[in-house]
């Protein structure tokens, strides 16, 4: 049994890897790199992949530890934590298909982490 700091640090760390992968690739492409020249392609798809699983472990077990019961509806805040884990897992497809989209990444998904941590602490529209 873990505690609720524990999950914390999972999720904090998974964030971390999701945004260092995305960014990396965001900028090579924004640099005109191509996919199959990328010599870390493996070391970032490894890296995404993990943060994806860690921030969905952490936050699960975050929910287990906060008293969240099985069973029980999620509230509306959850929901649109997991609709920016599912836009975060898939948005790192996006810089090598449409490279004139990786500049505005630097703005709009900072954004969608401070969206994310506003539900965390303030759940609104519960
Ligand atoms: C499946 C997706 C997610 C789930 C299930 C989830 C769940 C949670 C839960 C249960 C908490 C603790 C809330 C509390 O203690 O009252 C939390 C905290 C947090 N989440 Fe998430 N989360 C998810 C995705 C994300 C994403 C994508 C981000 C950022 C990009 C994020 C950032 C944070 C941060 C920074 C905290 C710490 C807030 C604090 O307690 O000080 N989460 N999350």
């Known amino acids: 049994m873990f505690s609720r700091e524990f999950y914390e640090i999972l999720h904090i760390i998974g964030i971390a890897l999701m ?4 960014g990396g690739v965001a900028v090579h ?4 790199g191509r996919k199959g020249e990328s010599s870390t392609r493996k070391l970032v798809s490894i890296g995404h992949g993990i943060g994806a699983l860690l921030v969905l472990v952490g936050g699960f077990g975050m929910l287990a530890r ?6 029980a509806g999620f509230p509306t805040w959850l929901w ?3 609709a920016i884990w599912l836009v975060l897992s898939a948005v790192v497809l ?3 298909r449409k ?3 990786a500049r505005p990444f630097f703005i709009l998904l900072p954004l ?3 969206v994310a941590v506003y539900m965390a602490l ?4 519960v």
Do not use: T
């Not at 945004?19 to 995305?22: E, G, K, M, S, T």
């Open 66 to 71: 906060i008293g969240m019961q099985h069973g």
């Open 19 to 22: 945004f260092v992968a995305i």
């Open 94 to 96: 996006i810089p090598y």
């Open 122 to 125: 303030y759940k609104p529209l």
């Open 29 to 32: 492409a924004a640099n005109g």
């Open 112 to 114: 969608l982490a401070g």
């Open 80 to 82: 649109i934590k997991i």
């Open 99 to 101: 490279p004139a989209l």
